[in-house]
């Protein structure tokens, strides 16, 4: 079992829908959960940023942590063709040092 | 404020070649990451490494790659005697301190022919 699991997609809604995106993982010790955007050929975009459980909001975006579930979420209100890209979720928990756990990414796509 | 920049954007080796990948973090920032990502895969971790130190180097292969952080200038992520397997985007993450979260540059592709 993997440590992240991602729905590869693609995921394709039309312009100005609710787009939600979602992780799980198995590992109870992480503490930090990142979402980032990815555009081809370009390198991932931190989006979100959060500590523990709760939730976080920033314009269009949300994002949910529920650690009794082990499951994360991203919520994207009024979806723009711009907002056409791989979509990776990423934690974070501390052994020795930080390390990092990538999903593989969801691919999303709006259609005008 | 410069993100972080890598370069060059895209490089091609002929097998057996020297690969040589640039990163220079955020202003301000003094933690550098390495990942491989290839396509429809996710991002691998390579090495960590911080001002004149290898902090963490578990995710690199023992042999033909190695990875510095001079006091001065970029990290560099060097790959000898390049093979098609090698062929992948490259890249380099920062971060200000020990913590979360990452911020990424525009990576290197690698084509081995």
């Known amino acids: 079992q993997k440590e992240v699991e991602q729905d590869p997609g693609p995921l394709s809604v039309p312009e100005g829908a609710i787009v939600s995106l979602n992780c799980t993982y198995s590992n109870s010790a992480f503490q930090y959960f990142m979402w980032y955007r990815q555009y081809s050929r370009k390198g991932p975009e931190l989006l979100m940023y959060t500590y523990s459980s709760g939730n976080k909001e920033d314009g269009r975006f949300t994002a949910q942590v529920d650690k009794s579930s082990k499951y994360i979420s991203l919520f994207i209100r009024d979806s723009q063709p711009s907002d056409s890209a791989t979509y990776l979720c990423?934690?974070?928990?501390?052994?020795?040092?930080?390390?990092?756990?990538f999903g593989t990414g969801t691919r999303l796509k709006v259609l005008a | 404020n410069a993100g972080v920049m890598q370069n060059p954007r895209h490089l091609v080796r002929r097998r057996g070649q020297e690969a040589r990948l640039r990163c220079s973090p955020m202003?301000?920032?003094?933690?550098v990451y390495w990942y491989r990502q290839l396509p429809e895969e996710g991002l691998k971790f390579m090495v960590y490494l911080q001002k004149e130190n290898i902090i963490d180097e578990s995710g690199m292969p023992k042999e033909r790659f190695s990875a510095e952080f001079p006091k001065e200038g970029p990290s560099i992520l060097r790959i000898q005697q390049v093979v098609r397997g090698d062929s992948a985007a490259y890249f380099c993450a920062s971060s200000p301190g020990q913590g979360p979260p990452l911020h990424f540059g525009n990576g290197t592709r690698l084509t081995v022919t």
């Open positions: 990423a934690m974070s928990y501390l052994s020795g040092t930080y390390k990092y756990i």
């Open positions: 202003k301000g920032h003094s933690h």
